[in-house]
């Protein structure tokens, strides 16, 4: 039979004993639970792996830095995640990151309160911008990548300066944005809005690189912009708005001399 192993204070199977106590968990050669009983802790945290590598630890310290290093590995699971979420480059969110973003603020938007529940009413409409970047291409191939990546750069910084809290940006592509914008009042001229917002967006967008002989160069950028929208009470997905708005941007990149 296996020597008895612990579990720190804390941990689910012992969430109700004071600190620095511990279930001793038995289990034969088929890991069955046949038994326990309560102990002290010995071992402070921090002494702990300096223990373990002079070979000083028993079963309970061993569980406790088992306990320790499990918690280490749920960070670094938790910062693997989010890391899978946010683009490495401009340090927007992400494709993965857009579907659930928006869903959360589309249930925002029509959430309907529960008989007597007081809850202001936040959100009237979202908008959904999907922007592209014209010519990009002919940036990459006359200039080589590091030249696009700053492009790339400019334009995320320059959506982050037009944007406010609670507003969401991506990057979703290649040189494929979508800006989420909450919107707080009531009647509002989508429109209207759309046409000044790709105003700002594109009014005097350059982009500060260095060709491949080391000369600094100033690229104009310009991006084409779709957009949809929803108002309290309708149903659209997050794929079918950003559709959409996907639809709405080919039309614009139309109407430029850079594709």
């Not at 480059?89 to 869903?103: H, I, M, R």
């Not at 029509?110 to 202001?120: C, H, M, V």
């Not at 009413?121 to 990546?149: E, P």
């Amino acid at each position: 039979m296996m020597k008895g192993r612990e579990m720190p204070a804390g941990s689910p199977m012992d969430a109700n004993k004071p600190e620095g106590q511990y279930d001793i968990w038995s289990f034969d050669n088929l890991s069955r639970l046949i038994g326990s009983y309560h102990a002290d802790s010995g071992f402070g945290e921090d002494s702990l792996e300096d223990a373990c590598k002079m070979g000083n630890l028993d079963d309970k310290q061993l569980a406790e830095l088992a306990l320790k290093l499990s918690r280490r590995k749920s960070q670094e699971i938790e910062r693997i995640k989010k890391l899978h979420q946010i683009d490495t480059l401009t340090g927007l969110d992400n494709q993965a990151s857009f579907a659930p973003k928006l869903k959360k603020i589309i249930d925002e938007l029509n959430y309907i309160p529960a008989n007597g529940e007081k809850r202001t009413i936040r959100l009237h409409s979202v908008m959904v911008l999907f922007l592209d970047l014209n010519g990009f291409k002919n940036i990459n191939d006359q200039y080589g990548h590091n030249v696009g990546d700053d492009a790339l750069l400019a334009f995320a910084n320059r959506l982050k300066q037009i944007t406010k809290r609670g507003d969401a940006l991506f990057r979703v592509g290649g040189d494929e944005f979508v800006v989420v914008l909450p919107i707080d009042t009531p009647d509002v001229d989508f429109e209207k809005m759309y046409r000044e917002r790709r105003e700002t967006i594109n009014n005097d967008l350059y982009a500060d690189s260095k060709d491949m002989n080391g000369n600094p160069i100033k690229i104009k950028l310009e991006a084409a912009v779709g957009y949809s929208a929803l108002e309290k009470g309708e149903q659209k997905t997050p794929e079918e708005l950003r559709g959409e708005a996907d639809l709405a941007m080919y039309k614009d990149k139309g109407k430029s001399q850079r594709v």
